[in-house]
Each structure stands twice: as C-alpha cells, then as structure tokens.
C-alpha cells in the first residue's frame, strides 16, 4: 500500500485511505485521484482544526477554513498555498471535468508534502521522509510526464541507496507495491471504507476539537510553533515552485502556464491579452517569464526553487531586462527605458514562490526594481502586480510629478496653519528621499485630518500617486475622515469629493476612477486573509496609505471591544496590521498623536513633531487648569481588611457572590479601585464633590474615564442621583454611558457633539481617540492606567478650541492620583512594570531597543517573571525548562548577568518563550472583592507641581524671573523694552517658560485661587508684575488703551483708523503684531490687506514705526 501516505495511518485511518486511492486511481483514472486528494486536502484541513481546538462550521468551505486557519496563525501561508492549491485542481477536477496525468502528479506531490506538514506539526518534528515515491506510471502517458516519473524513480533510488538499503531489499520493496496495486479487490475495499466512514468521521472530528479546546494554551501556543517550524521545512522542488508561481500570477491577473505558455512551443504575445511568457530569449540565456501586456513587454522574471535566496538574483532578471533581443512583434518603447536608455523592458522581479517574511525577507516575497531611475532601490513586495497596474506605473513619471509637486503651491480652499505646512514639506521632503514608511506627530486638536486631506489632494493633484488607502482603526474615525474628504473645499469652490472618487468605509469595489478609499484595519484585514480570492486586492490597488491614529501602544490598558476580539493580542493585532501595511507596494504615511514603541519600529521616527505644548503657546489647543485632587479618605487610606475578617466577592464573569474569611490582611491601594475591588462609597463621594463642580445644563461637557463597562454603569446611576440631590431635577439623557456596548454608540457620540443632552458620557476607552468634542471643558479620571500613550489621549479631548462657548481652558479632577503618576514621563518611556504588556512584547522590544531603555525594559522583564515564576504548576514549570533548558531561576540570573548583545542573541534563540510565558494557565478569571467600607471627602488639591499651595507657585515664579542666572535673553527684554519683543521671541519664551512649568493658565489659576480674581495679563504681564511689580491688567484693557492713546496723537486717515482698529483686534488674539505677522498667511493682514508691502504705504512708509509706537504704549504707565 501507499507509501507516501502512510504516516497518515495513525491520525486517522481515512487520511491514509484518501491518499492511497488517489496513487491508486493516478494511472487510469486521474480525474478521480483528483477528487481524492481535494478529500485528502480538505480532510487534512478539518483534522488541523480540530486539533487546535477550532469548531467545524457546516456551511464553511474549504477555502474560508484554510482562510480561518491561516488568520488564526496556525497556517505558514506557504502551507496554505498548497492547501489552495490542492483545492482548486480538485474543483476543475469535479466541476469541470478536468484532470490530465501531469495536473494530478503535481497534486498528489503537493497533498504528500501537506502530509509530512502535519506529522511534523503534531508527532514527529524531526520526521524524515525521504524523497516521494511516484505512483505506477499510466500505459499511455506523454514524453514529458514518463520523463518526470522517471525522474522521481531516480531521486527515490538515489536516496535509498545513500540510506544504505540493499539492492535485494529494494527489488523486495517495489515488488510487494506492485503486488498491492493490482490486488483489485483490496483497492475496491479501500474504497468502499472510505465512504461507509464518512459519517463516523464527523463524530471523530468533534471529538478532537472538544478535547484541543480543554487543553492548556500552552500546548496550542507549541503546536502552532511546531507547525511554523514544519512549514519553513517544506522543500519543493523547481517545478513546484514554478505551479506555485503560476496561481499566483493567475491571481493577479496574467494568463500564465510554464508548461505551456512556454516561447519554445510558440508562445507570442498577442493583442488584448496579458501573457507570461516563459522562458524568453535573450541575448544572455532565457529570462524564466516575461510579462507582456498586449504586444508590449513589461518586465522580466528569475524564478528559484523555495529555498534559494531572491533577493541576491535580481540582478539576473535586471540583465534580461538590458538584453532583450527586438522582435517584429514587440512593441518596444522607442529609445529604451532607463537614464541612459539602456534597458527595453522597464521593471524587474524575483521569485522563489514563498510568501514575504519580514524575518527571511532576502529569502522570501517577490522582489522587484523600477529600472527606470538608477536611484530606485529594490523592495519586496506580497505578491505580483497586476496588468493594469503595470501599465500605470509604466505610464507614470514619478520623477516629472516629484518636481510638479516640489513647485505646487500651498493654495487650498481653506487655511493651512504654519505648522500644517512644515508637516507636510517634511513628509514630501521624505518621500522624494525614497523613504518609505513615514511617521508624522501632531498633538491631538491640531487636525491632522485637515492635514492629511492637505497633503493627499497635493500628492493626486500633481499625479505623484495614482490612489490612497485612508486606514483608520475604528469605524468612528473612518465616518470623520469621509465627511472631511466631503466637505473640505480643496479649490476656491470645489471640494475634494468633487474633484477626486472616493469610496467609504464598507465600499469594497474600486472603479477606475477611485482615487481616496477609506477602510478600518480589521476590515482589510479580513479582506486580505478571509475574504474572497476574485475580490482581493492586488499589491498595485494603493500606491499611497495614510494611516490616521496610528499609534494603538495602548491596546493592553483597554477592554477589547467586540470588534477587535478578532485578534487574539496586541502582537497577533501588530502582526495582522503589519500584513495590510506591507501587501502593498505603496509609501505608507502615518499620523499620531502619541507614538508607540511598536509605531516607530515600523514607521521610523518621526520626521516631523509638534507638540501639545507648543500648540497651546502658538493658540491652537487650550491648556488644562492645575488638575484638581480629589482625596477621600479610602483613596488616602486604602481598603483594608484585617486577618480573619469577612470577605466578599464576586466572580466576575459568572456573578456568583461568594464569602470567605481572609486569613491574611488585604490592602488595596487606589489604582486597583474599581478593578480588582469594587467599593460604591469611593465613587459616591467622588460623584457627590463632582454635582457641586459641574452643571448639568452648562454649555461645557464633561467626560469621565471609568475602569470598565460595569464600573461606567455604577458611576451614571451614582452621577445621576448626585445631580437630582444638588439640582433638584436633571433630565435622565443629561448623563450617558457611551461605550462599545452602548446602544448605537455612533450615535451617542453625534448626540455627545452636536446636543445639548447628554451633557456628561461616561465611557471606558471609546472615546480616547480621534473624536471630536471642542464644547468637552472637563476630564475626571476615576481609573488608573499604565500607558502614558492613553493618558495623553485622554487629555487631548479637551483640548481643542471652541470660541462658541468661551472655552479658553478646561479642567481635570483626578480622584485616582493618575496626572502626578504620569506627569512627568515621556511618551515613550515606559512608566512602571504594567502587568499587561505581555512577555512577548518586551522580548521583542529587547530585540529592537538599546543602552538606557534597553536596561529598563530587561528590569521589567526580570520582575514579570519572578512574578510569574511563583504562580507556575508543575506542568508549566516543566516546559519551561524544556524549552529553556534551565530552571526560572538559573534563566532569571543568566538574564541579569549577561551583556545586553549576548542576551539578545541568546533570548532570541529560544523560539515561543513570549508565547509559553504569555499563556494563561488559569482558566478562572480572578475574583472581585466587593467593599463596604464607608468613605468620606477629606481634601481638595491643585497639582501645582512641587508647589503645595497657589501662592507657593506664585512665589516661585517670581524667584525665577528675578533670578539673574536664567539665562533667556526674551526675559530681559520684556522686563526692560517690551516694545521691541518679536512674536518669534515670545513664542520661544513661552516654551522655555513651559519647560519650567510656568504657563499662563496655570498662572491665572493661581492668582484666582490666591485673590479670587479673574485676571488674563498675558506672559508679559505675569513677567513685569513679578519681577517690576507692575500692576496687573487684563491685556485686552492694555491694548484698548493703547489704541485710543494712539488714535489720539495725530490726525489720521479713514484707511489708517480702520487698521489701527484691526492692528488692536489682532494684538488681543495674538499679544504681538509685527512685521512677520502682517506677513503670516493665516492673518488677515495678509489676507484682506495686502500684508507688509501695500499695508506700508496706507501709512505712508510708516508703519514699522507705528507698531512699535503701539506696542510701547500697551506697557506704557
């Protein structure tokens, strides 16, 4: 019986049926074997499944279960590809009748290399199999196929006898198959079990998953190494490679068979068809394929067997692109391609027909150059262009549209901001550099959306780029960026919907007209791993993404909505997001607010920043008063149970109530409130002090950030009943929970924006990123988080401006100590050791950081894992060493002691460590306590930074403008000639001010606190009454004085008055106006005057007098 199938018997006997008939039915009957092995394929599959614990859809086919294995990660891609193919040459075979001979060895070859996949994924990874044993060859079989039979007879020799076997043995072998072959009726019982089995097969299959789906994850996180480890040890043959090559340039488009679309059996290109050809002559050896679409030849193809390097024969396609001989029947581009002229065929590409892997990325994915440019690098791309596609690239100049775009002027239909420009000069500076992958910060409120539409229109509008993938994460932030493509009006009267297609969130078909699409990441992703081979995008589809909100670093401080449950963790997130990013041959742009870790190893750093801080000093965001402290005295305290007292608590997922004497004390500080104790009087105190503070009815909305869906629930009852006892009645929509599991929550949200009601939302993480409230005037934390990266989008909420309400500031009251614990961090450090961020992600980030971080990453490491290594069972400690090879402790001492370049080198040797350590080995969600303790307000404070009081922080501001050794020379100008101040001078003073901790809300907020008086001097006037003593004065009053002690002094004309009046206005929004604002493009000087040059002559050449004139008199006594 069937040798090659054999070490199928043992998982079940039907596999080793399948592939025995098929070797049975491959000489006089091919079609059949056909159909058995698509059984054997999709058999195969199901077992593969069950065995990682998936359940078996009835109405799944076997291309979305490959699909779902392959998206689950428990398929290479490079296994799912003969999974695919194995399944389409069974479908010809059963709906179209087709099947020769040659389609059939190809498949049985291709189901005996899946079979030795999976013995070596789940019995025998060292499994050697030996060569594959060709089936009985058909009487009447080609040249060519009794060539390649012969072959394999040869390989199989060959390998038996370097094995040692005698000759006696090998006769004794081949003679007891072919005895087998022709015992007809052992065959005919074979074939009679394979179907009275089917309906047992079912039952065996549910079983096998009902058992994986018990198993430690542990186990399924091994056998999914296993299987990677099984795939990367497939070896196919040229040939193979060449079947595999061929799908996939059927997929993109291109009528393809090496076998007989070969130019030595008369292969031509023809009108009105995309051909590739194989081997082409040329003047240096025959190039494997050439790509033609019509009569014109577009690019050359080197194809390697699966385990040759790809990247190192580029060269050889590139030759064969210089030496293409001339044809009558080509249409050759007059004067070749190239600077010099010196290639005929415009684009190269290399192969060995495995997927990209960014680990193996020489050795793997399909590398291609542009020739066109010598400048041009070669890239890996996931798969092949399209015919259409190439013929756009060829049609496109990039280096003609890269010097239109260098000369486009930054004219739009709406304002650009100053640093809205800088940005996106950085961005067209990086992409004419060849950079690829780009990151841009901007803070929050400082509209990077308008950016990006800015940027986008400019990168069409020139012809840089044929067509934009806009990925967002949310369906929220998609639904804002289509109205922004809708509504910005890119020219004087025409908006960029009207000038360019665009197709919106859940839009799939691109037409030839699509220029911007917008789309989450889960849905592409879903499209790119599950969905439909006909509707799959090709590599060429987008040319340019922009990727808004990139940053996701927090993703572990977050409840999972339902919709990224998809994704197993934050690594299969990156992993999946990864994959939509590199299918496309494109420049990816990314925009952030907040860059993660993983967003700069994948984007770079940024090429252009502008910070929160800065955008308040320049008057774009509003800055946030000094938080305010709620303390209560279990916030103060903790909650406390004593040893031998009664505990309650709570399982969390099965609401069961449960009480237990606790044998030990318990402490709970305030950042487990909420989340590991669950104590009602902490957020009744909190709500009662939050009704005296907030108005319902007031044109400022508040939003709160609560630990979880069940905790947001407790703080609106809690909130609403506070309102009814302060305010006497308050309408129930005057505070809503808008979470993912809210009702409608998109239309919360719109509600939350454009209504009056709900006035307060109280959610978890949903709105944490990328909407847009300008009326939010208050942020409340009543829970702790560990990522500065959600910590600062939840800050940025409230900062955008909204002259509508008045808001020139907002408020944080903190009852959980969240803004002094964080303050002080960068974006990009990591706070404190977060139980969260799995093992995984810090031995990555040990891979790709270095020197200082590199040092505090290992140390939160070291702690996780003596954390870790406590709670470990027998069974895990045993395949800890195992796969260590040495006990935790001797692992975490190594750790410790080892350079940072040996421990990389040996972390990085041991393979699914992250993995095995992330692994939960309780299945039980840990309980909840549930706390009685009463509670009681007991402070009130302002985070005044090292000061503890307003007048401290007063006090210390005035010690440091007077304090000679500074060293900001803005500072003596203020104090001695205010008058001769620049606004660029001012800016870098506030910044430095900034630095310090001195911004002028703050200052206000402590002089109101101190005198109980509102007061807006500007920096200026916080600077002179500190240091001279100067009385204060709200600027705005300064300026109107000045202006009528300047309309005063002389006669002046009609004109003059009027933009003295306008000189004023700006002077009260901006505090200074000189000559670069009379120049700035976003004033109205500019705008509605001319700016400098015909402004100068109104005043008759006067005017940088005037304003100086005008400046001395607003700090004049």
Not at 432 to 455: D, F, P
Not at 691 to 698: G, I, N, T, V
Not at 813 to 824: K, M, R, S, T
Not at 859 to 885: M, V, Y
Request: aromatic share 8%.
């Amino acid at each position: 019986m069937s040798a090659n199938f054999r070490h199928l018997r043992p998982y079940d006997a039907q596999l080793f049926r399948l592939g025995a008939l098929a070797e049975r039915y491959f000489p006089d009957d091919p079609n059949t074997a056909l159909l058995k092995l698509r059984q054997l394929g999709e058999l195969l599959a199901q077992q593969t499944a069950s065995r990682f614990g998936m359940e078996l859809r009835v109405e799944e086919t076997q291309q979305q279960l490959v699909q779902r294995l392959t998206f689950e990660g428990v398929l290479d891609r490079e296994v799912a590809d003969l999974f695919h193919e194995v399944r389409r040459r069974g479908n010809k075979a059963n709906h179209e009748l087709q099947g020769d001979h040659a389609s059939a060895l190809k498949t049985l070859r291709f189901a005996w290399q899946l079979g030795v996949w999976f013995h070596r994924t789940f019995s025998d990874p060292d499994f050697r199999s030996g060569p594959f044993q060709p089936p009985q060859p058909p009487d009447d079989g080609d040249q060519a196929l009794q060539a390649e039979l012969a072959e394999l007879r040869q390989a199989l020799t060959a390998y038996q006898a370097s094995e040692g076997l005698a000759s006696e043995q090998l006769a004794q072998t081949e003679a007891q198959l072919r005895q087998a072959l022709q015992e007809q009726q052992e065959w005919e019982q074979l074939a009679a079990a394979v179907e009275a089995d089917k309906a047992a097969l079912a039952a065996r299959l549910a079983a096998l998953q009902a058992a994986a789906s018990r198993e430690d994850p542990a186990v399924l996180t091994a056998r999914r190494q296993a299987s990677r480890r099984a795939a990367e040890r497939l070896e196919l043959s040229e040939a193979e490679t060449r079947d595999l090559i061929d799908t996939q340039l059927r997929q993109a488009g291109w009528e393809a068979d090496s076998q007989r679309l070969r130019y030595s059996q008369g292969a031509r290109p023809e009108k009105h068809r995309n051909l590739a050809i194989a081997e082409w002559p040329t003047r240096s050896g025959p190039a494997d394929y050439v790509l033609f679409a019509g009569l014109t030849p577009l690019a050359a193809v080197e194809a390697k067997r699966a385990n040759r390097d790809v990247a190192g024969v580029l060269p050889q396609a590139q030759r064969y692109c210089r030496d293409l001989a001339a044809g009558e029947e080509l249409a050759l581009q007059p004067g070749g391609w190239g600077e010099e002229g010196e290639f005929r065929l415009p684009f190269a590409f290399a192969t060995n027909g495995r997927p990209f892997l960014r680990q193996l990325q020489t050795c793997s994915g399909i590398w291609f150059r542009d020739l066109r440019r010598s400048t041009n690098l070669p890239v890996p791309l996931e798969g092949w262009y399209s015919p259409e596609g190439l013929r756009q690239l060829a049609r496109q100049d990039i280096h003609s549209a890269e010097e239109k775009l260098r000369r486009e002027a930054f004219s739009f239909g709406f304002q650009l901001r100053p640093y809205q420009r800088r940005a996106i000069e950085a961005v067209e500076a990086a992409i004419a550099a060849q950079q690829r992958e780009i990151l841009l910060a901007c803070a929050t409120g400082t509209g990077k959306t308008r950016t990006a539409v800015a940027l986008i229109y400019r990168a069409l509008k020139t012809g840089r780029f044929r067509r934009v993938l806009f990925l967002v994460d949310r369906e929220e932030l998609g639904i804002q960026a289509g109205d922004a493509f809708k509504e910005t009006k890119v020219e004087s009267t025409q908006r960029f919907a009207e000038i360019f297609g665009i197709k919106q969130l859940g839009e799939r078909m691109l037409e030839s007209d699509t220029r911007v699409h917008i789309a989450t990441v889960q849905a592409m992703a879903q499209r790119l791993l599950l969905g439909d081979e006909e509707g799959r995008p090709t590599v060429d589809s987008y040319d340019l993404i922009v990727v808004d909100e990139c940053h996701r670093g927090y993703l572990l401080d977050r409840e999972l909505s339902d919709r990224e449950l998809r994704f197993r963790d934050f690594n299969d997130y990156v992993s999946k997001y990864r994959r939509v990013l590199e299918m496309f041959d494109a420049v990816k742009v990314a925009l952030t607010a907040t860059p993660a870790l993983h967003t700069v190893q994948i984007f770079g750093h940024p090429v252009f920043v502008y910070s929160y801080r800065e955008a308040v000093v320049d008057g774009y965001l509003v800055d946030h008063e000094p938080p305010i402290r709620i303390r209560t005295k279990l916030s103060s305290e903790g909650i406390v149970w004593q040893a031998g007292e009664e505990v309650a608590t709570i399982d969390p997922r099965s609401g069961q109530l449960d009480l237990f004497t606790t044998p030990d004390a318990l402490h709970f500080e305030v950042e487990a409130f909420n989340r590991q104790v669950i104590t009602e009087a902490f957020n009744r105190v909190v709500c009662e002090f939050l009704a005296d503070e907030l108005d319902p009815f007031s044109p400022f909305k508040t939003l709160i950030f609560c630990v979880s869906d069940k905790h947001a629930d407790l703080v609106v009852l809690l909130l609403k009943e506070a309102f009814a006892k302060r305010y006497g009645s308050v309408p129930d929509e005057a505070v809503a929970k808008i979470t993912g599991s809210s009702d409608k929550p998109a239309q919360l949200i719109r509600r939350f924006k454009n209504e009056s009601f709900p006035n307060v939302a109280v959610t978890v993480d949903l709105l944490t990123t990328g909407v847009d409230v300008p009326a939010i005037g208050n942020i409340v934390f009543l829970r702790r988080v560990n990522s500065r990266i959600l910590y600062d989008q939840m800050i940025g909420r409230a900062t955008r401006l909204c002259e509508a309400i008045g808001k020139d500031s907002f408020r944080i009251f903190d009852a959980v100590g969240l803004y002094e614990a964080l303050q002080d961090f960068t974006d990009m450090k990591p706070v404190v050791v977060n139980p969260k961020i799995p093992f995984s992600q810090l031995l990555e980030e040990l891979q790709s950081t270095e020197g200082e971080e590199w040092q505090l990453v290992r140390e939160q490491l070291i702690a996780k894992l003596r954390r870790k290594q406590r709670h470990l069972s027998e069974t895990a400690e045993a395949r800890f060493r195992l796969l260590s090879g040495e006990e935790p402790e001797a692992f975490i001492s190594r750790l410790q002691g080892l350079p940072e370049g040996e421990a990389r080198g040996w972390l990085a040797s041991i393979e699914g460590l992250g993995e095995l350590l992330d692994a939960q080995w309780e299945v039980r969600a840990d309980p909840q306590f549930l706390s009685e303790h009463d509670d009681e307000l007991r402070a009130i404070e302002r985070g005044y930074g090292e000061a503890k009081r307003p007048e401290d922080y007063l006090q210390g501001f005035s010690a440091f403008v007077r304090d000679p050794g500074n060293h900001l020379p803005a500072l003596t100008t203020v104090l001695t000639k205010p008058w001769e101040l620049s606004r660029r001078d001012l800016r870098e003073l506030k910044l430095a001010l900034d630095q310090r901790g001195y911004s002028e809300t703050t200052l206000a907020t402590a002089w109101r606190e101190t005198t109980n008086q509102e007061m807006a001097a500007s920096i200026m006037g916080w600077i002179r009454q500190a240091a001279l003593g100067d009385p204060l004065m709200p600027y705005e009053q300064r300026v109107e004085r000045a202006l009528q002690r300047i309309l005063a002094s002389r006669s002046w004309s009609k004109p003059q008055r009027d933009w003295l009046q306008r000189i004023a206005n700006q002077t009260k929004a901006i505090t200074i106006v000189d000559r670069e604002a009379l120049d700035d493009d976003a004033l109205l000087f500019r705008r509605e005057g001319g700016g400098w040059p015909r402004l100068n002559r109104v005043f008759g050449g006067e005017l940088e007098g005037v304003l100086q004139e005008f400046q001395r008199q607003v700090w004049a006594a």
